[in-house]
């Protein structure tokens, strides 16, 4: 059987940025953390990232499309990325 216990240090840090969603566009500085081939039901290849700003907010399920079913690439640019 599986138990639970409280702790009141984690019940609050939702209220910080600890473990938050990133909810406002803007520019952020940090990490991708995941990176997944993702394929559509219509064949359309992309690739799945979750992000992780320096301050420990997340954005999950930001995908870029790449390729098209046919085999044509997708013409969206990465150019939010650099080392």
Known sequence: MTTYSRDDQLAVQPESSFGAKIE???AYVGRFTLAKERVARTGTRGIEFTFESEDGQTARYLTLWVARAN???SSTPMACCRP
């Open 24 to 26: 406002k566009s803007g």
């Open 71 to 73: 085999g044509d690439k």
